[in-house]
């Protein structure tokens, strides 16, 4: 089995005679939506016609080559040709914007959009996306502003993300007589061994004085920019411009929140019992959170992996189980850690070729099978998008997750099933909920902190010392008598990039929705197979053209009420009891 993935279907190289052909192409194209943009056509069901065919062949040829770029960068990180064709391509986007607002302007404008979906059949397709744009349109504010708006954001909220960004990925760590980046220092928390993971905690909390201050700056003016644009756009609250953004309803997001935090006792009796086990008598102590407990030194081999996924995924549809034995024999997948590859792991749809590609950072372990797993679960979401019309192919950010999450708990349910002994058992039921408690209480907690941050900046000026008591007081909320009083995380503000973006806010709630959204998918798929499969594979492939509560009621689920999310929590608390009497 070839262990690297296959790019030159793609384009043989940057010397191919095709890619340099694509690459006019798509600067003709622009010049195209520059053209239909100004055109003085009077019919405007026409216009808007051209303007979706021209934006859907962008879509298509910049897709295949920023795929082409973006993955062979992905394996060569410092190869400067590709990064001066990356940047080839992001200019040509930038040159863009202009007319790409102008025309967004005009969908935005359209008018009574299912009057003209009945006159054309680009725009009944589109339908959605017309209306998205005529949402956003209202959001608007007048040209000259949005320009200096996007302007100022690079020398403002732009500029703070990226302090934060340098001052944590240059922080020296003073650990016993060594320096370590702070990324070095927080993988500790996966160590065997206690005594490292304390020290390297202590070594991690006393580094941030140095930094402290000037994260503080620029959290609280990314939160003061982010609640002025808001406002001046018209929107209730950040929270409510992500919700729009999201298409999410707030009555989703609450009724999960509130049902989060009705099962918060049941996360902290298992972080007590996995404290207890560490010897932590007052609640698990930070440092312990990620400590292995009784992990299985099994190792697998790709072939091994191939012949795991594909059998246990042949019992969910043979769809996925072809697809993936395709993904592992034609070279979809690049497996191992290189000089030069990027870590973790990603999947990227590759449309025009009906497949995806997939980076991971094999090691052998039941952890990098369900990697492969999670990777695969978002090829399948591709592979069902596929028919669609292409700027259909998409899926906003709560449900971006779902299948990939649905993997997981899919082969999770197998993977214990078939545990033999009682070690193996609790190993595997330790690391899953390990995973579901961040997704849970840490989340929770990091949502009650950021709501909290943007309210109080509007008064206040927070210094470090304030952040650090709004984060004790929301890991009191979440983790509550779980996590010992004594050893928590001030400073888990510092270091979390997704706080310090001035483009996306509550980039945490994503997480506990896909966790939670694919565990009651599971229940579901559960009582009645046959009829479950089509219809997630159905709501999978419009989840471009649906909203959040759309995507549930396809499923039959009402999302906007509290019992779904609570089921999903009851069967994480049914794994919590059953650890506890391990
Ligand atoms: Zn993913």
């Given at each position: 089995m070839n262990t690297k993935w296959n790019l030159n279907v793609l384009?043989?190289?940057?010397?191919?005679?095709e890619y340099e052909k694509d690459m006019k192409k798509a600067e003709e194209l622009f010049a195209g939506l520059k053209a239909v943009v100004r055109?003085?056509?009077?019919d405007s069901v026409k216009k808007i016609e051209d303007i979706l065919l021209v934006m859907e062949e962008i879509e298509k040829t910049t897709g295949r080559l920023g795929a082409y770029i973006g993955f062979s960068q992905a394996v060569n990180t410092k190869d400067g040709a590709l990064m001066a064709q990356m940047t080839r391509l992001m200019r040509m986007f930038s040159d863009a914007a202009e007319d790409e607002a102008a025309a967004k302007k005009i969908l935005g404008q359209a008018g009574d959009v299912d009057a003209l979906a009945e006159k054309s059949q680009v725009i009944k397709d589109y339908r959605t996306f017309v209306k998205r744009a005529e949402k956003e349109y209202s959001h608007l504010l007048p040209d000259e502003v949005e320009a200096m708006a996007a302007a100022m954001d690079m020398t403002g909220g732009s500029a703070w993300g990226q302090l934060q960004s340098f001052m944590s990925s240059t922080l020296k760590v003073d650990y016993k007589g060594e320096v370590k980046t702070l990324s070095e220092i927080r993988n500790l928390a996966y160590d065997a061994d206690q005594e490292v993971r304390k020290e390297a905690y202590e070594a991690e909390l006393k580094s941030y004085e140095k930094v402290q201050d000037a994260i503080a700056f620029a959290l609280n003016n990314i939160k003061n920019q982010v609640t002025m644009m808001s406002k001046k756009r018209g929107y209730e609250s950040p929270l409510m411009m992500t919700l729009e953004e999201a298409d999410m309803k707030k009555e989703t997001l609450d009724a999960m929140l509130e049902a989060m935090n009705e099962f918060m006792p049941a996360f902290r009796k298992y972080l007590r019992r996995k404290g207890e086990l560490l010897g932590?008598?007052?609640?698990?102590k930070f440092y312990d959170l990620f400590a292995p407990l009784g992990s299985s030194d099994k190792k697998y081999t790709i072939e091994e992996a191939k012949e795991i996924l594909t059998s246990v995924f042949k019992g969910f549809t043979p769809v996925m189980a072809d697809m993936m034995a395709e993904a592992f024999d034609n070279e979809w997948i690049d497996f191992y850690p290189a000089d030069g590859k990027e870590g973790g792991a990603f999947c990227g749809e590759v449309p025009t070729l009906r497949q995806s590609r997939i980076l991971t950072n094999f090691d052998g372990t039941f952890g990098a099978v369900d990697t492969l797993a999670h990777e695969l679960g978002h090829a399948f979401h591709n592979l069902t998008q596929y028919d669609e019309r292409p700027m259909n192919q998409s899926a906003s950010m709560p449900v971006a997750e779902t299948a990939s999450t649905f993997n997981e708990v899919f082969l999770g349910a197998h993977a214990l099933r078939n545990a033999e002994t009682r070690e193996e058992r609790l190993a595997l039921l330790e690391s899953d909920l390990r995973e579901k408690t961040q997704c849970v209480v840490d989340i929770y907690s990091r949502y009650l902190f950021e709501t909290a941050v943007f309210e109080q900046a509007q008064e206040n000026f927070l210094m470090a010392d304030d952040l650090k008591q709004i984060m004790l007081d929301a890991q009191d909320k979440s983790d509550g008598d779980g996590l010992d009083p004594e050893f928590?995380?001030?400073?888990m503000w510092a270091c979390k990039s997704h706080y310090y973006s001035s483009g996306l806010s509550f980039y945490n709630f994503p997480y506990a929705f896909g966790n939670l959204f694919a565990q009651g998918l599971y229940a579901l798929y559960l009582k009645d197979k046959e009829a479950f499969v089509p219809r997630y594979m159905e709501m999978l492939r419009t989840t471009g053209i649906h909203s959040i509560e759309e995507c549930g009621e396809m499923m039959g689920?009402?999302?906007?009420?509290?019992d779904f999310w609570q089921a999903s929590l009851k069967s994480i608390e049914e794994e919590i009891e059953e650890f506890c009497s391990l």
């Open positions: 384009y043989k190289g940057l010397d191919d005679p055109s003085d056509e009077a932590d008598t007052n609640g698990i928590r995380h001030p400073y689920i009402d999302l906007t009420k509290k």
